[in-house]
C-alpha cells in the first residue's frame, strides 16, 4: 500500500511542471496573503481537484522540496511574546536553508506592519553557522536597530513544501507539511503530525482557482506561525495564553476526516 508521501507525489506527477528559472518571472506587485489550516487527506483532495489549473515547481525533478529554518530570538523572547500577543508592527529573524538548491542559505527579517502586510528583507550567506562571517550583524542592525549579538538560535524546523503556480501566472501556492521541531534552548522536539499549512500569495484581489476549492472542501482561512507553534509546542515556560483557541483548531484539522470528493463535486 502507498504511503500518504507516495500519493501526494502521485498527484504532482499528474499537474505539468514549471522550473524555479520560469517561477523567477512571476512578480506579483499587489500580493495579498492569505493562509489556512487542512490535513493531508484533505491536500490530496485539493491537489485532485486543481491538476488542471496548476504547475507544480520543480527543482531538479523533485516536486517536493525541504527546507531547514532556524528562528533567532532575544533571552526573553521579545518576538515571540509580540506575536503571540497579536502586536503589530513585529519582527522575526531566521536563517532559512533551500536544502534541495545545494545548501543555499538566506538570514532574513520579516516584518508585518500596522495594516497587516508583511515585508522581507534577506542576504545570502555561507550556511546556518557562518550567519556573522557574511555581514549579518550589519544586516541585522540596519534592519532592527539591534545587534545580532542580542539574539540567539532557539528553534529550529525542517519540513517539506509543495509551490504550485496557477497558469494564468497571478498567484503562488505553498503547502507546508511534515514540520519536525527541535528546540535548542528545552532540548525537546515536536512535529505537526497530519498538519498542512497551505499559503495562497496572489496578485490583488484576482480570481484565485484555489480559493474556490478550498471554499469547496470547507478549508477556512487560519493564521499558523512556525515559529511561535513550535516554540509553543516544545518551550512549555513560554506563555501562550492567546494561542489557545489556535491550538484547538489546530487538533482539530489534524484529526478531522474530509468528506468523499463525490460528495462535494
Not at 528559472?21 to 506579483?28: A, E, N, P, R, V
Not at 496573503?33 to 496548476?54: C, G
Not at 497551505?198 to 480559493?211: A, M, N, Q, T
Request: one cysteine or more; proline letters at 4%; charged letters at 30%.
Amino acid at each position: 500500500m502507498a504511503t500518504q508521501y507516495e500519493e501526494i507525489l502521485h498527484l504532482l506527477h499528474a499537474m505539468p511542471p514549471i522550473t524555479l528559472d520560469q517561477m523567477t518571472g512571476i512578480k506579483l506587485m499587489n500580493r495579498t496573503d492569505t493562509k489556512f489550516l487542512a490535513n493531508k487527506a484533505q491536500l490530496m483532495q485539493v491537489l485532485t481537484l486543481a491538476k488542471d489549473d496548476y504547475f507544480v515547481q520543480m527543482i531538479g525533478d523533485k516536486a517536493i522540496a525541504q527546507y531547514r529554518t532556524v528562528y533567532w530570538d532575544s533571552p526573553d523572547y521579545r518576538f515571540y511574546h509580540m506575536h503571540q500577543l497579536g502586536r503589530r508592527p513585529r519582527t522575526k529573524v531566521r536563517v532559512r536553508t533551500y536544502e534541495d538548491s545545494g545548501g543555499l542559505t538566506y538570514l532574513e527579517v520579516k516584518k508585518k506592519d500596522n495594516h497587516g502586510k508583511t515585508k522581507k528583507k534577506r542576504i545570502q550567506v555561507e550556511s546556518q553557522e557562518k550567519v556573522f562571517e557574511c555581514g549579518g550583524d550589519d544586516f541585522v542592525i540596519k534592519h532592527t536597530n539591534c545587534s545580532l549579538n542580542e539574539f540567539h538560535p532557539c528553534l529550529q524546523n525542517h519540513f517539506h513544501r509543495i509551490t504550485l503556480v496557477n497558469r494564468g501566472k497571478s498567484e503562488r501556492l505553498t503547502i507546508d507539511f511534515d514540520i519536525d521541531y527541535t528546540n535548542f534552548d528545552t532540548d525537546r522536539q515536536a512535529n505537526s503530525d497530519q498538519l498542512v499549512i497551505i499559503e495562497l500569495k496572489r496578485d490583488g484581489l484576482v480570481f484565485s482557482p484555489i480559493k474556490e476549492i478550498l471554499m469547496h472542501l470547507r478549508i477556512k482561512p487560519h493564521g499558523y506561525s512556525k515559529y511561535v507553534i513550535g516554540s509553543h509546542m516544545t518551550n512549555p515556560a513560554l506563555r501562550a495564553n492567546m494561542l489557545k483557541v489556535k491550538m484547538r483548531e489546530i487538533v482539530r484539522r489534524n484529526a478531522l476526516v474530509p468528506r468523499p470528493l463525490e460528495e462535494l463535486i
